[in-house]
T-cell receptor
């Protein structure tokens, strides 16, 4: 059972565009929502994360928007660059002795120069 | 600091063979995890260890076993490999915070 649904599967934008990746979750007990960035041949790395008590978080060119009532959150990349081309994963977690992530299926982003 | 290291980087097995994937972290983290990554499926949790001496099943534990050897090391064993276990395997670790730090992965092919 996929508890975190991510879309789109792939995305192509021009340099300077604002790609938006969306995720929806089912379990209202989730209390931490990170985004991970993965370059080819590498392990994922934390990009930005949010808790459900805030509606937006910005770190540099990356913004998470969070809609608790709709159980949705999204990643926006402002002024996208070719170096942002990577696969992005959303995730959700809740504490059960440790934080177990449920990942979305990933979005492959390509930013054209 | 090397962070999270995994060995081997690549491995080819025949159906029915066994092998152990090794993972070590030098960040003094309490929790460690094993994931598999398949196209279109994202990352799925196989097993995790919340602290030294404990292990628990994740989403897809069938066909795997784990050992938390000490605080630094967490190994994943395939007793009788099957083609369905062809995947990229990632180990990760975390401390009290939420962030999980991932290793570079092991690409496994089972023929």
């Amino acid at each position: 059972q996929q508890q975190v649904k991510q879309s789109p599967q792939s995305l192509i934008v021009q340099k300077g565009g604002i790609p938006i990746i969306n995720c929806a979750y089912e379990n209202t007990a989730f209390d931490y929502f990170p985004w991970y960035q993965q370059f080819p041949g590498k392990g994922p790395a934390l990009l930005i994360a949010i808790r459900p008590d805030v509606s937006e978080k910005k770190e540099g060119r990356f913004t998470i928007s969070f809609n608790k009532s709709a159980k949705q959150f999204s990643l926006h990349i402002m002024d996208s660059q070719p170096g942002d081309s990577a696969t992005y994963f959303c995730a959700a977690s809740k504490f059960r002795g440790t934080y177990k992530y449920i990942f979305g299926t990933g979005t492959r982003l390509k930013v054209l120069a | 600091n090397a962070g999270v290291t995994q060995t081997p980087k690549f491995q080819v097995l025949k159906t029915g063979q066994s092998m152990t994937l090794q993972c070590a972290q030098d960040m003094n983290h309490n929790s460690m995890y094993w994931y598999r990554q398949d196209p279109g499926m994202g990352l799925r949790l196989i097993y995790y260890s919340a602290s030294e001496g404990t292990t628990d099943k994740g989403e897809v534990p069938n066909g795997y076993n784990v050992s938390r050897l000490n605080k630094r090391e967490f190994s994943l064993r395939l007793e009788s490999a099957a083609p369905s276990q062809t995947s990229v395997y990632f180990c990760a670790s975390s401390d009290r915070g939420h962030e999980q730090f991932f290793g570079p992965g092991t690409r496994l092919t089972v023929l």
